[in-house]
């Protein structure tokens, strides 16, 4: 059966988010050994599918590129090409794979690894914003992987949370390479590019053409903002966005709103300055400052668990954004609201020092006891007195109670507390018990030694000499 009279699906964008003239195709159901399932989702400028290869046996992703034109004079098709072989070429564990690439109707076409599993987009919305822990976690992760990209001088160009997805594991993933392009890994920007990415995302100067590590370190930077706020602090139609980039600082106030760490906020601040001298040189300079942020310890140790606890509760079609916990409105994890809650009560809650027995007699008197060193050997003056007697004691602050004696040991520190009236027992060196047999067995060495030189003397002083 020809290509023609294959079944075919439409692809389509309703209009480019980018102001760019996209158009309506129809691919065949089958691309070579690729079976095209259903939309998966859509970009600033393409449209993904799931898709499944019959010979391998595996899921694909395929992404239709509805923004260029299959030929030499398009430059967007030029990129394309360029930065589908670099991304080829690369091997990194931290993105998907590129498996092939081609052109159906006019429109490029690349074959990419499907990743089974949220992006962080869809966890953001399903789960609300993540806590700094869990953000830290993927953006650790997304920073090594474009690092190793920009290492090999790839510029990715479309850096977001759709792009970023988790799998069974959790493992983070960076995806989407349809309009990544190739550059000389020492060339810092590279000037009129063609316009291409994600609004929402984009750096200033993207807007105009150019390219370079520092435009994704932007992109990381507004990504980071969007997983900790919930939104993306830009939003409206690509006039208005477009300006807001060039010339409206980001609404700080919201991280601080939910408690975000004032190291990770200048690191947002900066990897977001207008004018990309100030910002971050690459991912990898952004990672380091992330690593290097001064940030409480048990913040990096639950980095994993937090973001495997997001995760699941996107898969289990968990709560509605940013209004689900209080704890999620901090900007903090359970755990951590938790702990403040509980502090606060200690705090705010008197501090007993024990609490007594439970007892059926009569509540005792709490009056002002004698505190007495438990170590000393004490012989009790008194007959125990019947009545019920209260004890509180000096060194610890224990309150408990005694019916059998005047004076009792403390149930917590062991120290003899005497009743209210009782005159403290003497008390003898607790020292001299353990040296008495030494000193008496001393006494007698020089007793003996003293006899016998007495006896020494009257031999050779006696009578016969």
């Not at 398009?74 to 081609?102: I, N, S, Y």
């Not at 949220?118 to 822990?133: E, F, M, N, Q, Y």
């Not at 507004?222 to 919930?230: A, D, H, P, S």
């Not at 996107?314 to 951590?336: E, F, H, K, Q, W």
Request: charged fraction near 25%; charge should be negative.
């Amino acid at each position: 059966m020809g290509i023609h009279e294959q079944e075919t699906v439409p692809l389509s964008l309703s209009g480019g988010s980018l102001g760019l003239t996209v158009r309506e195709i129809k691919a065949p159901r089958q691309l070579g050994s690729v079976r095209l399932l259903r939309e998966i989702g859509k970009g600033g400028m393409g449209v993904v599918w799931l898709g499944h290869d019959d010979m391998l046996g595996r899921d694909v992703a395929v992404k239709f590129l509805l923004g260029a034109a299959a030929t030499e004079d398009d430059p967007q098709f030029a990129t394309f090409l360029e930065g589908a072989r670099a991304a080829a070429r690369l091997k990194c564990a931290g993105m998907t794979a590129v498996f092939h690439a081609d052109v159906v109707d006019g429109a490029p076409y690349i074959v990419m690894e499907y990743v089974d599993g949220p992006t962080i987009s869809r966890v953001v919305s399903k789960s609300g914003p993540l806590s700094v822990p869990a953000a830290i976690a993927v953006m650790s992760s997304v920073c090594g992987t474009t690092s190793e990209l920009h290492d090999a001088g790839i510029i990715h160009r479309d850096i977001k949370p759709s792009n970023i997805m988790l799998d069974t594991d959790c493992r983070v993933f960076l995806t989407d390479f349809g309009i990544a392009i190739s550059r000389p890994a020492g060339e810092a920007v590279a000037e009129d590019v063609g316009l291409a990415g994600t609004p929402g995302y984009m750096a200033p100067e993207a807007f105009e053409g150019a390219c370079g590590p520092r435009t994704d370190a932007y992109s990381l930077g507004i990504t980071f903002y969007e997983m900790l706020v919930g939104a993306a602090p830009f939003e409206g139609e690509f006039v208005d966005v477009r300006e807001m980039h060039r010339t409206r600082d980001l609404p700080l106030g919201k991280l601080r709103e939910r408690h975000v760490d004032e190291a990770i906020i200048e690191i947002i601040q900066r990897a977001t300055h207008k004018d990309p001298k100030f910002r971050y040189k690459s991912a990898r300079h952004l990672l380091e400052a992330i690593e290097r942020a001064p940030l409480p310890r048990q913040t990096r140790m639950r980095a994993e668990s937090e973001l495997r606890a997001a995760a699941l509760k996107c898969r289990a079609g968990g709560g509605g954004g940013a209004d689900a916990s209080s704890a999620t409105l901090s900007g903090r994890s359970l755990y951590d609201h938790l702990s403040t809650l509980a502090a606060k009560k200690r705090e705010d809650t008197p501090r007993p020092a024990s609490t007594p027995e439970p007892s059926d007699t009569p509540t005792p008197d709490w009056s002002r006891p004698v505190a007495v060193d438990a170590g000393a050997p004490r012989t009790p003056e008194a007959a125990p007195v019947p009545s019920v007697r209260g004890f509180v004691c000096s060194k610890c602050g224990a309150q408990f109670s005694s019916s059998t004696a005047s004076a009792a040991p403390c149930p917590s520190c062991g120290v003899v507390v005497v009743g209210p009236g009782e005159a403290p027992p003497p008390q003898e060196d607790k020292d001299d018990g353990p040296l008495r047999p030494f000193t008496v067995a001393m006494i007698g060495l020089v007793v003996f030694v003293i006899l016998a030189i007495f006896v020494v003397v009257i031999m050779f002083l006696g009578p016969g000499k």
